[in-house]
């Protein structure tokens, strides 16, 4: 069974500029959540999507967005680029919504801002 | 706030000893827990978890014990091998809840041999 695999793994952008990732669950699953893990801050949530909708979202701001596919590979988009979104963005996938069980992860994008 | 708290930012543990790792939360509404494991460059993995009716769950080395009261869970892994060193994560949510789930910052733990 195939993991949840996330593209592209490694990217450079520059302030100012935007940036779109993606993740493809593990098949059969219907929830993808997205997290931003940074040195300092561990991993905190952006955002999740059950069923092609935004369930919840993080205290993040309106500059990070995403959506959902009704095969549930999911989007994030981040626009206007600042060096603090420079960080690892990790997908997770799971069956049900992700407060209620294990969430696979993929391998994550690291996304660096110059 | 940080609603879920992991103290110890790294712990040195010698392999074939007991190693502790310490989470406390904030949350009164948190009633399922789950702790992570990640190495470098890959994603975390599910490790175990616990919901708030039990105050224990073990499965094989690794056991994870919950005390409500207290607001504190714990992961324990008996014996540590070299394998162990990664960065554990524990997590909560609210099973009725609409939130994901909450990680705390990590524990690096590491396994001297």
Known sequence: ?114 | DQQVKQNSPSLSVQEGRISILNCDYTNSMFDYFLWYKKYPAEGPTFLISISSIKDKNEDGRFTVFLNKSAKHLSLHIVPSQPGDSAVYFCAASSIGGADGLTFGKGTHLIIQP
Not at chain 1, 31 to 39: A, E, I, K, N
Not at chain 1, 88 to 109: I, P, V
């Open chain 1, 1 to 114: 069974k195939a993991g949840v695999t996330q593209t592209p793994r490694y990217l450079i952008k520059t302030r100012g500029q935007q940036v779109t990732l993606s993740c493809s669950p593990i098949s059969g699953h219907r929830s993808v959540s997205w997290y931003q893990q940074t040195p300092g801050q561990g991993l905190q949530f952006l955002f999740e999507y059950f069923s092609e909708t935004q369930r919840n979202k993080g205290n993040f701001p309106g500059r990070f967005s995403g959506r959902q596919f009704s095969n549930s590979r999911s989007e994030m988009n981040v626009s206007t680029l600042e060096l603090g979104d420079s960080a690892l963005y990790l997908c997770a996938s799971s069956f049900q919504q992700s407060n209620t069980g294990e969430l696979f992860f993929g391998e994550g994008s690291r996304l660096t801002v110059l």
